[in-house]
C-alpha cells in the first residue's frame, strides 16, 4: 500500500501564524448604520404618503357625494339607486376616517359597499329591463356570498378575538 502523500512528506509546512493577545476590532457594519439613519425618513414618507392618499380618498368621496346631492336636488327627486350611491360615499368616508383613526382597515366596510353597488346595480337592470334574466341571479348570488362573508367576519371576531385590538374597529 503506497502513500499518495508520501512524495509530498518531506516538505516542510509553514508554522501556524501566531495569535495576537488582543481579539481585532470587529469591522463597522455600515449597512445597518446606514439602515438606521434611513428607517426614520422613510418611516416618515410612508405616514406622509398615506395621509395625502387619505386625504385625497376624503376629499373626491365627498366631491363625489356633492355632486350626487346637488344633482339629486336639480332633479327634483331622490331615486333609490341615487339614494343607495350616497350610501357607497357614506361607507368610503366611514371606511377613510376608520382607517385615519386606527391605520386598520375595515374589511367588512369594503364588502358593505360591494353588497350595496350589488344591490343598486341590480336595481337599476330591474327597472330598464322588460325582462330580468339571468344577470339577477348572478348578482343575487353575489350578495348571497358577500352576506355570508359579513358574517364568517363577525362569527371569527366574536369567537376568536385578535390580541392586538384589530377586532375593535371591525365592531364600530
Not at 398615506?50 to 386625504?55: E, N, R, T
Not at 330591474?126 to 364568517?152: K, Y
Given at each position: 500500500?503506497?502513500?499518495?502523500?508520501?512524495?509530498?512528506?518531506?516538505?516542510?509546512?509553514?508554522?501556524?501564524?501566531?495569535?495576537?493577545?488582543?481579539?481585532?476590532?470587529?469591522?463597522?457594519?455600515?449597512?445597518?448604520?446606514?439602515?438606521?439613519?434611513?428607517?426614520?425618513?422613510?418611516?416618515?414618507?410612508?405616514?406622509?404618503?398615506?395621509?395625502?392618499?387619505?386625504?385625497?380618498?376624503?376629499?373626491?368621496?365627498?366631491?363625489?357625494?356633492?355632486?350626487?346631492?346637488?344633482?339629486?336636488?336639480?332633479?327634483?327627486?331622490?331615486?333609490?339607486?341615487?339614494?343607495?350611491l350616497?350610501?357607497?360615499?357614506?361607507?368610503?368616508?366611514?371606511?377613510?376616517?376608520?382607517?385615519?383613526?386606527?391605520?386598520?382597515m375595515?374589511?367588512?366596510?369594503?364588502?358593505?359597499?360591494?353588497?350595496?353597488?350589488l344591490?343598486?346595480?341590480?336595481?337599476?337592470?330591474?327597472?330598464?329591463?322588460?325582462?330580468?334574466?339571468?344577470?339577477?341571479?348572478?348578482?343575487?348570488?353575489?350578495?348571497?356570498?358577500?352576506?355570508?362573508?359579513?358574517?364568517?367576519?363577525r362569527?371569527?371576531?366574536?369567537?376568536?378575538?385578535?390580541?392586538?385590538?384589530?377586532?375593535?374597529?371591525?365592531d364600530?
Amino acid at each position: 500500500m503506497s502513500d499518495a502523500s508520501a512524495p509530498y512528506a518531506d516538505i516542510p509546512r509553514p508554522a501556524d501564524p501566531p495569535r495576537p493577545a488582543v481579539a481585532p476590532k470587529p469591522m463597522p457594519n455600515y449597512s445597518r448604520k446606514l439602515r438606521r439613519a434611513v428607517d426614520p425618513i422613510g418611516a416618515l414618507l410612508s405616514d406622509a404618503f398615506h395621509l395625502i392618499g387619505l386625504f385625497a380618498i376624503g376629499a373626491s368621496t365627498v366631491w363625489a357625494g356633492v355632486s350626487t346631492f346637488i344633482a339629486m336636488v336639480q332633479h327634483g327627486s331622490a331615486k333609490l339607486d341615487d339614494l343607495l350611491l350616497l350610501f357607497i360615499y357614506l361607507e368610503i368616508g366611514s371606511m377613510v376616517g376608520i382607517y385615519f383613526r386606527t391605520r386598520h382597515m375595515p374589511v367588512r366596510f369594503l364588502i358593505y359597499v360591494g353588497i350595496t353597488a350589488l344591490t343598486r346595480h341590480m336595481i337599476v337592470f330591474v327597472q330598464n329591463e322588460a325582462a330580468p334574466d339571468f344577470g339577477i341571479l348572478m348578482m343575487s348570488g353575489g350578495t348571497l356570498i358577500l352576506s355570508f362573508a359579513v358574517l364568517c367576519i363577525r362569527y371569527a371576531s366574536h369567537h376568536y378575538p385578535s390580541r392586538s385590538g384589530v377586532e375593535a374597529t371591525e365592531d364600530g
